[in-house]
């Protein structure tokens, strides 16, 4: 390993020597411009205060690649006054180490010999003229810079060219998901309409009554619930009304609640009491689903005479609203299905009188915001702001204004039962 050194009193000599030394072991011209502006900027207070600066370089062979001339050339710039750590870090080419007033560039190079045969040079000394003079080597470094900025300008156009073409691919990829989500939710949208289609009873058309309803689940992803209502008319004329809120939410509560509303049905067209139907049918269930857990409303309504029968287990009360807007809760004690001792401890009776306004719910209208006697009050303005409306406009309209605050979901459920006196 040979070592060499050589002052510099004036910033053209540092450039000089830091170039033609950079050139004589072969080091890219680009690497070679990086090296002379950062010895220069390091070294610029010291040649303008004439303190001189110097120059250290050597070469190590590479020992594993004898013969290729390979190796490893140190260059130590010395001046006299110790650099900042910061301006070292940010020169074109940051330094290797700093010690002292030392300033230390290691750098995968060729010996000096084997260089320049590969360029056609014939070498020089350092600070001594030669056929590659500072000039032409500052040339070839600006040629080389500018190669490497013609090369990155037309990679980054090539890029950008390939990157609007994958735009362009990704964006009519978006348009097709967007068509084919949109055919998706058409065709999930049409599959849930049916499937509540199919949970509902038929409508019903009885002569002196109107029947209307409102149902919508806890979330969109689960468009059934455990909240459901039966109606039909009795061999006696009679219409019975049943709805049911089972435990939890989504299709497990939808077949507890269809088994409660289907055995109630059976029960009713074999003729049994009204009071003893919600007992009965839990003794139907048990067998069959020891995990049902549900509340019922059974409602019976004579549409000749008005005449109307309540039974209860664990349901929200009925809410009567008179014609002339007086409000009263029907309040039938009882225990649901699944519940212990369940059944309805006696009926409700009452009549029905024409221009008067029956609802029938599930907790999810009362308890929307957590208070369930704030929420009989609230239900009551609303169904005062909403009598005049059509029938078939009141329950939704009325869980309209319940659900203004939502602070728990639930599957709601409204029904409103009106005697025309037709």
Known sequence: MTTRTAGCATKAELSRAIRRLARDH???????????????????????????????????????????????????LRTARPPAPRSVTELPLPADAVHGLDVVWRLPARAAGSASQGNGSTGGSVNGSGPADDAALADEELRAVMARADALTAEHRRLK???????????????????????????????????????????????????????????????????????????????????????????????????????????????????????????????????????????????????????????????????????????????????PLPGSDRLVSDRLAAGDLLLLYTDGLTESRRDPIEGEKRLVEAARSHRGRPTEEIPGAVAGDMHTVILHPDDTLALAVRLTGG
């Open 161 to 339: 060219d390939e990157l609007e073409e994958t735009n362009s691919g990704v964006l009519a990829l978006y348009v097709q998901l967007d068509e084919r989500d949109e055919q998706l939710r058409t065709a999930h949208g049409q599959t849930l309409r049916e499937l509540e289609d199919a949970l509902r009873p038929a409508p019903l058309a009885v002569e002196g009554l109107e029947l209307a309803v409102h149902y919508a689940p806890a979330g969109t992803d689960a468009p059934t619930g455990g909240d459901l209502y039966d109606w039909f008319v009795l061999p006696d004329g009679t219409v019975h009304i049943t709805v049911v809120d089972a435990l939890g939410h989504g299709v497990t509560s939808t077949r507890s609640a269809l088994n409660v509303t289907h055995a109630v049905r059976t029960l009713a067209l074999e003729g049994h009491h009204l009071q003893s139907i919600v007992a009965r049918t839990d003794e139907i269930l048990l067998p069959f689903d020891r995990n049902v857990m549900a509340t019922v409303l059974l409602v019976r309504v004579n549409p000749a005479t008005g005449e109307l029968r309540v039974a209860n287990g664990s349901h929200p009360p009925a809410l009567m609203l008179r014609e002339d807007g007086t409000a009263e809760y029907l309040e039938a004690r009882g225990r649901g299905i699944g519940f």
């Open 26 to 76: 072969g080091l890219d011209p680009v690497l070679r411009g990086r090296l002379v502006l950062s010895a220069s900027e390091i070294a610029a207070e010291a040649v303008r205060t004439a303190e001189g600066t110097s120059v250290t370089w050597s070469f190590e062979p590479d020992r594993n690649a004898r013969g290729s001339g390979l190796g490893l050339l140190t260059v130590t």
